[in-house]
């Protein structure tokens, strides 16, 4: 039986996802790697600033991060956002080279001095569950993201969004028409729902 344990880890200790479907960078890079690109957002996946005015000053614990225990590392598969906030504020190196920006007006000492958070450790399977259920459907990720997910973590086959992205970059060099793929995939959903009730019921 697969197991999920509470557990309150270090957030020193704890090692952001370089494969996020959000925005997949190298394994080999470091946190800093990973939060530089996150803040810089050139893609717009990060959505840091906007995240940061939705949290505000209050870290929400009824969401803890999903991690997985690798090689050693407590890697972060889902939270990625909210334990990178948290180590940006903490990591006064990190901070300082980063332009201290994401929050402006206020100091959030209570996330400063959250140095220590509860997380949901579970081995990889689980995570990949979890992720999936909660992810798949909530309009959180694009389609992109979702069917690379789907694709490199739950051995699904290549869609035709990741054959024709490969071939062309259009989906993923051009924000708009990811939205406007999403919109259409969103209706089709839609409709074939509707049919499936009318059917059955």
């Not at 929400?60 to 598969?77: A, M, R």
């Not at 699904?156 to 990811?178: H, P, R, V, W, Y």
Request: hydrophobic letters at 35%; charged letters at 30%.
């Amino acid at each position: 039986m697969k197991k999920q344990n509470i557990e309150y880890i270090k957030v020193s200790q704890l090692k952001l996802w370089s494969e996020n479907p959000r925005d997949p960078i190298e394994t080999e890079c470091s946190d800093f790697d990973i939060i530089s690109k996150a803040i810089r957002d050139d893609k717009k996946k990060w959505n840091l600033k906007d995240f940061t005015l939705k949290m505000g000053l209050h870290y929400d614990f009824s969401e803890l991060p999903t991690v997985v225990v690798e090689k050693g590392q407590n890697i972060v598969y889902d939270g990625n956002r909210r334990v990178a906030l948290l180590k940006y504020l903490q990591d006064k190196e990190l901070y300082t080279k980063l332009g201290g920006g994401l929050f402006p007006n206020e100091e959030p000492i209570d996330l400063i001095n959250l140095t220590e958070i509860p997380c949901n450790v579970c081995d990889k399977e689980t995570a990949l569950i979890n992720i999936e259920r909660k992810h798949i459907n909530s309009g959180s990720w694009g389609t992109l993201e979702r069917d690379y997910f789907l694709y490199l973590h739950r051995n699904k086959a290549k869609s035709l969004f990741i054959q024709l992205d490969e071939q062309t970059g259009i989906i993923s060099d051009n924000k708009k028409n990811e939205s406007r793929f999403r919109k259409i995939r969103n209706a089709y959903y839609k409709k074939l729902r509707r049919y499936w009730i009318q059917y059955w019921f």
